[in-house]
């Protein structure tokens, strides 16, 4: 409470009206003024170039789950296992179907060749020999479907076994074993971490800012800069909301990023002649800031002074914080502003007892 009450002293006294007695050593920090590009965040949404929803494509009962939910795969690897009950007595038949074809268009070859040889000496009329040339035909033609559907018979055996279609991480499972599937039903979701996007919807102003991408950067969850890999500015603007999409593609080497998270797009303002304009800007550590209620504020530091000033701030990123009035460049401020309190309260204590 003593605390509170000496803060809220320091507040209410004037800027230029400080202890001048000893106080103890502080760690001080100078405010530095910096050139920054006149730019705007936009927030985006990531989400993988290559992602791949997996649905069951045969009816069955699953039978064996390999994977979970963050499992990096690789292509070709078997994820999900399906019964095959059903589709291999389909190849079964299938087969049988095919044996009775062959066996049919022996025949029928025979039966060709014995009334071809029989025109041949005129012992037959011709007409015999076109039959057995359609019987022929047409056994062919039915050996020909029986092996089509053996193809067919045997693709939906392998539907019973769900690979990973390229190197990626399961990021969704939909199933369990014992769950009973149809044609259509998904299982799994794999997406490739390499290959993310961010999709941002931007006013068509800024179609001349962005240019061709060269000045614009992605704004990653801890406060670094990245420039795209690519830059894709869609070519139609929505007709109702008068806006564009601007699509960035993130290097490959971008870690602590995943499909579905915001990150923002740093896009210079243009300004009336089409060019970007740079702003001087003060930005210091978020720490160093002093806040309680609605007040911020920091501690400047003087040569044997403490003084508690209100500030008011920018955008915040990367730990630190823009500084729109309040401060200049070149002053001393506290890192710790708890540890400047305490020093401002030790110097206050120390000058009433100089003055008793």
């Known amino acids: 409470m003593l605390a509170a009450v000496l803060t809220l002293a320091a507040c209410g006294s004037a800027p230029d009206e400080p202890a001048r007695r000893a106080r103890p050593a502080l760690e001080t920090l100078t405010v530095e003024s910096s050139v920054a590009s006149n730019a705007r965040v936009w927030d985006g949404v990531v989400s993988a170039e290559r992602e791949s929803l997996l649905s069951s494509q045969t009816a069955g009962r699953v039978t064996d789950v390999a994977v979970d939910i963050g499992d990096r795969v690789t292509r070709g690897q078997s994820l999900l296992s399906i019964s095959a009950v059903e589709q291999q007595a389909g190849v079964n038949a299938a087969v049988a179907q095919v044996k009775a074809a062959d066996a049919a268009l022996a025949e029928a070859e025979l039966a060709f060749k014995r009334a071809a040889e029989l025109v041949e000496r005129g012992l037959v009329a ?8 359609a019987a022929r035909d047409s056994s062919r033609a039915a050996r020909d479907a029986a092996r089509a559907q053996l193809a067919q018979a045997r693709q939906q055996t392998g539907y019973t076994d769900v690979v990973a279609p390229f190197d990626g ?15 259509g039903s998904p299982l799994l979701t794999v997406v490739d971490p390499a290959s993310l996007r961010v999709d941002a919807t931007l006013p068509q102003g800024l179609a ?21 890999a690519r830059l894709i500015t869609y070519p ?15 290097p490959a080497d971008v870690a602590g990023v995943m ?18 304009a740079d702003t001087t800007t003060i930005r210091i550590p978020d720490s160093a800031v002093y806040r309680r209620g609605e007040l911020t504020a920091v501690y400047v530091v003087g040569k044997d002074t403490i003084a508690l000033r209100q500030l008011r701030l920018g955008a915040a990123s990367g730990g630190q914080v823009d500084v729109l009035s309040g401060l200049r460049a070149g002053e001393q401020i506290a890192g710790d502003p708890l540890a400047a309190m305490t020093a401002l309260k030790a110097q206050r204590q120390a000058s009433e007892q100089s003055h008793d």
Do not use: F, K
């Open 126 to 133: 011709r007409a015999q020999l076109d039959q057995a040339t």
């Open 169 to 183: 991480v399961v990021s969704l499972r939909q199933v369990m074993p014992g769950e009973a599937v149809a044609p």
């Open 236 to 250: 139609v603007a929505d007709a109702r909301s008068h806006s564009i999409t601007v699509r960035a593609l993130l």
């Open 259 to 276: 499909p579905g998270q915001v990150l923002g797009l740093r896009i210079p303002e243009a300004t009336n002649a089409g060019t970007t």
């Open 208 to 228: 001349d800012a962005i240019g061709d991408g060269g000045n614009v950067r992605v704004v990653l969850p801890d406060g670094s800069e990245r420039a795209p």
